[in-house]
């Protein structure tokens, strides 16, 4: 392996016993490039030919008071194949606000958990006070990996392929860009949605492959909201409004106080992906659901399929450091209790049938991309380890069959979302590969692993040794060099 180090940036963290400052929440504050890196088991598949990227969130100054993992600075990590070997590299996403506290040398902004007037500057996104961090989401569209902010701050668009940033993308509307815009791979056009203070509340928008805003359009709300992902079909995309929501009392004092509100139901809208066609308005049991797998259209119904939370407001979480038990309760799956589950929209009769896929704690899922809004089998999602925001293992589902595998990763080691990535000439859904980057807790370390999508029990074909212990986070993707180099697939 030939390893480069880059300039070190200026930090201001102090070592503490903060949960998310420590152990597979430790923030990385190195950037590096490594070539030809060592497999310490198995072989590279010299059928892979793509990118895998990964979001994480690494707080680089002194907090402002009490500090949430969502707070910290959005860093990519890449590991890139082709022909049986792979390099990594890993960047700073270089936002606004990463640049305007390496000039001051030390913290702007309030996190999540604080009041929102201890910020020293005015803030982003739909909360208003918050640093903008794009550490949340990551996708690739248009030849270029473009990074997010769950508060709908602004797109960063990266090169997938270097990792430096290239600025703001230039369609971003004035409401911002929400964490989980889609890309739909067989026609390349993005789709995202916002969400905010203000009527009409949320935005709906269309981005072609050639990266040219060709549809935006409101999407009015009761009052503000906090949706968090999307699905599409062939021809509609799905949003929702949850009864988890700010309590708006507490919002008149500019405090953002999340309750869940049981009396009201859970509403999806579907809407045309393209015109300004009506929106219907669905409703079902109340939830809160943070991650979709997919949806598609099935005759006279849309099927939607996601993570349904029995307990949205799971309330303080007993073995927690004081001061950060809601915290805790609600970085923690087994305490909110998702599942996957399904939902049928009848856009003939206009109603809403549901059912629970598994009874298993899960979240996280992925999908082969090029099934995305369209009729599927395989769905993949994480398990969790109890009390935390840490992977312990993946889940495949056979939704046709309703069986399904799994793959753990054993004490001490913890994965990444975990994206399909096909497998060159494939011609199945699941011929392919699941890649995740793993920290291990034992050794201090951090590997990318490569499981066989068609037995992912059998464990990892190949195992990969990162040049440093990697932070956790959020999410991650895959893009094969066909799609950033043709921008759809056939």
Not at 303 to 332: C, I, R, T, W
Not at 412 to 434: H, M, N, Q, T, V
Request: with cysteine.
């Amino acid at each position: 392996m030939q390893l480069t180090r880059h300039k070190p940036i200026v930090t201001t963290l102090k070592p503490s016993n903060h949960p998310y400052l420590n152990g597979a929440w430790t923030p990385l504050h190195e950037e590096v490039d490594a070539i030809e890196l060592e497999v310490i088991e198995g072989a590279i598949p010299t059928d892979i030919d793509g990118i895998y990227l990964r979001n994480t969130e690494n707080q680089i100054h002194q907090p402002i008071g009490r500090y949430h993992p969502f707070d910290g600075d959005g860093m990519l990590h890449q590991i890139a194949f082709q022909n049986g070997k792979a390099n990594y590299r890993n960047r700073f996403v270089r936002t606004r606000c990463f640049q305007a506290e390496q000039e001051a040398k030390g913290s702007l902004w309030a996190g999540l958990m604080e009041r929102a007037e201890l910020s020293k500057r005015p803030g982003f996104g739909a909360h208003g006070s918050l640093k903008d961090s794009a550490s949340t989401d990551v996708i690739v569209h248009a030849g270029k990996a473009l990074a997010t902010f769950y508060q709908c701050g602004e797109a960063y668009v990266v090169n997938a392929e270097t990792l430096e940033t290239e600025g703001v993308a230039h369609w971003g509307p004035l409401d911002g860009v929400s964490a989980h815009p889609k890309v739909d791979e067989r026609t390349g056009e993005l789709m995202f949605f916002n969400y905010s203070k203000h009527a009409p509340h949320m935005h709906f928008g269309v981005v072609d492959a050639e990266n040219k805003l060709t549809h935006y359009r409101p999407v009015p709300l009761p009052g503000p909201r906090l949706p968090h992902d999307m699905a599409f079909t062939e021809n509609y995309v799905i949003l929702n409004d949850f009864p988890l929501f700010w309590d708006a009392a507490m919002l008149q004092n500019n405090m953002h106080v999340v309750r869940m509100h049981r009396e009201l139901p859970s509403r999806f809208a579907i809407v045309p992906r393209r015109g300004d066609g009506e929106i219907r308005w669905f409703e079902a049991a109340p939830t809160f659901v943070l991650h979709w797998t997919n949806a598609y259209e099935d005759g006279d119904e849309i099927v939607l399929d996601g993570y349904f939370q029995s307990n949205p407001e799971p309330g303080k979480f007993k073995d927690a450091p004081e001061g950060y038990e809601h915290m805790m309760g609600h970085l923690d799956e087994h305490s909110f209790q998702s599942r996957l589950h399904r939902w049928r929209f009848n856009l003939k009769t206009g109603e809403t049938t549901e059912q629970n896929l598994d009874p298993r704690v899960l979240e996280f899922g992925t999908i082969n991309n090029r099934y995305g809004g369209r009729k599927y089998r395989y769905a993949y999602s994480t398990t969790s380890k109890p009390g935390w925001f840490l992977f312990t293992g993946i889940v495949k589902h056979d939704l046709e069959t309703g069986t399904s595998e799994s793959y753990e990763l054993g004490d001490g080691r913890y994965g990444s979302e975990s994206p399909f990535a096909p497998r060159i000439g494939g011609k199945d859904e699941d011929d392919g590969y699941l890649v995740s980057f793993v920290i291990d807790e034992n050794r201090g370390t951090s590997e990318c692993v490569i499981l066989d999508a068609k037995n992912i029990t059998a464990g990892p074909v190949a195992r990969i040794a990162l040049p440093h212990k990697i932070c956790s986070g959020t999410h991650a993707c895959w893009t094969s060099r066909e799609f950033l180099r043709e921008r759809k697939v056939p």
